[in-house]
């Protein structure tokens, strides 16, 4: 890959800029207000609310902080390699997110040394006191969750900013181009954007972006952990089923998969699928649904395991894909036969699964090109497609086999992102060690 650097000079902050910090600092009044919405919604933590106008209940740790702040899980997750790599050079990490599910993951999968802290809403009073706070020494802002304030606010404190692990849809980028003035305004205030393709790059320079393109670091995650003994107990009660895993679908799918696996299930009459949904809120709607048709379903949230008269097993919990992809030799990957972009199937992947998915992948669109240039996943625009790539997988051992190498193969091909990111990232790496020297010292 390339890592020619595009340079792109700051530019002043434009009027649209100006008048969303003064909407943005009158907003501010109105957190109360939407921050009881959302708690209702069960889109906040009580126990945290605090966190986003600001309001620390952590002290910040003694020298040099690596802040990183990623949307929700997915982004969380991608950058974890990184912060593993960070704590080895004695750097201490913050790491902010937006959604209740990414605190969830990040209680249950981070070390306890890594500070998180929800984002706080862009209003300036919130970003101040957020900032004078944590006094971050570095800031990396993974993929596009670029929040206007929080940046204007860090390149006003000379705080060094990196947009990592940078992409820009083809959907996104005629909106972005909409407002480029905006846009180059906030991606100029980065020293560098660290981006996933030749083709994010162009994008990203097209709107006034300093780039470098280093992969993506959702091709260089580990896969996802899963408790042994819970393993064997579902291999236990599945043993000699054929299984089929649905991951992170998205309403509208669901229906999808129950008509493909009664489809299924007259040529594989053991057949179980598991549908583990992308919120786990949704699982006691999608057994209703499945109940009205008269086939059988078990929900793990109510600690149920599937039985011989399971026809799908909804797993709606959070944290558990690991153990599912270990469970099932095929993964259909969700948010994909709706309009979502499709979800990573990397972590699927590193645990030796064929992958199927939809037409709707715009979030990936690099890596299901590569996999399906190479065998390595299946497309299946309907529901009929769907079932016949399963039922091809589920039927051909040989076909199975090979589409599980020829995907890890693709995934160790296009790897390195880590590497690459950390080369572009050592002079800032480099300060922040001198920094802490100094103050052991």
Same mark, same amino acid.
């Given at each position: ?25 009158? @907003?501010?009044?109105?957190?109360? !207000? ?42 969380? %997750? ?14 201490? #990490? ?22 998180? =802290?929800? #984002?706080? &809403?862009? $209003? ?29 606010? +860090? ?14 849809? =083809? ?15 906030? %991606? ?5 954007? %660290?981006? =996933? ?11 006034? +972006? ?5 992969? /993506? ?5 580990? @896969? *996802? ?22 991951? $992170? ?17 007259? &040529?594989? *009459? ?54 599912? &992809?270990?469970?099932? *030799?095929? !993964?259909?990957? +969700? ?8 979800? /990573? *199937?990397?972590?699927? #992947? ?17 890596? &299901? ?17 769907? !079932? ?22 693709? !995934? ?30």
């Amino acid at each position: 890959m390339s890592h020619e650097l595009r340079k792109a000079g700051t530019s002043p902050v434009p009027a649209t800029l100006r008048l969303y910090g003064r909407l943005s600092a009158a @907003a501010g009044a109105l957190a109360p !207000v939407l921050l009881k919405r959302r708690l209702k919604q069960g889109k906040e933590d009580p126990a945290r609310i605090d966190e986003r106008r600001g309001i620390a209940r952590r002290p910040r740790p003694a020298g040099p902080l690596v802040w990183i702040h990623g949307a929700s899980v997915g982004e969380v %997750l991608a950058a974890a390699a990184l912060m593993e790599r960070l704590r080895a050079l004695n750097l201490r #990490i913050l790491l902010t997110s937006g959604t209740v599910t990414s605190a969830a993951i990040v209680a249950k999968r981070f070390p306890p040394d890594i500070i998180h =802290q929800y #984002i706080p &809403y862009d $209003s300036p009073r919130f970003v101040a006191r957020f900032l004078d706070h944590w006094r971050p020494g570095l800031a990396l802002f993974i993929e596009s969750d670029l929040w206007p304030n929080l940046i204007l606010a +860090g390149a006003s404190r000379r705080l060094p900013m990196v947009l990592i692990n940078g992409r820009m849809s =083809q959907r996104s980028f005629p909106r972005w181009r909409r407002m480029a003035g905006t846009i180059a305004a906030l %991606l100029g205030r980065f020293d560098i954007c %660290l981006v =996933q393709s030749e083709t994010d790059a162009e994008r990203f320079a097209v709107l006034g +972006g300093r780039v470098a393109v280093t992969g /993506n670091l959702k091709l260089d995650v580990r @896969a *996802p952990p899963a408790d042994e003994s819970r393993l064997e107990r579902l291999l236990f009660v599945t043993r000699g089923r054929p299984v089929v895993v649905a991951a $992170s679908t998205h309403p509208g799918e669901e229906e999808i998969l129950l008509n493909a696996h009664r489809t299924l299930a007259a &040529y594989f *009459p053991s057949l179980l699928t598991v549908i583990v949904p992308r919120h786990p809120k949704r699982g006691e709607a999608i057994a209703r649904m499945i109940a009205a048709s008269g086939a059988r379903a078990a929900r793990r949230s109510l600690e149920q395991l599937p039985t011989a008269q399971t026809d799908i097993y909804i797993a709606d919990t959070m944290g558990e894909l690991g153990l599912f &992809y270990r469970l099932a *030799p095929i !993964v259909f990957m +969700g948010g994909s036969l709706v309009p979502h972009g499709g979800q /990573n *199937p990397i972590e699927a #992947i590193k645990l030796d699964a064929a992958i199927v998915h939809g037409p709707h992948v715009f979030n990936f669109t690099e890596v &299901y090109d590569a996999l399906d240039r190479a065998g390595g996943a299946r497309r299946a625009d309907d529901g009929d497609a769907l !079932v016949k790539h399963l039922g091809h997988l589920l039927s051909d051992l040989a076909a199975r086999d090979a589409a599980r190498v020829a995907a890890a193969d693709v !995934v160790d091909r296009l790897g390195g992102a880590l590497e690459r990111t950390l080369a572009a990232l050592e002079p800032y790496l480099l300060q922040l060690r001198l920094e802490r020297r100094a103050a052991d010292a």
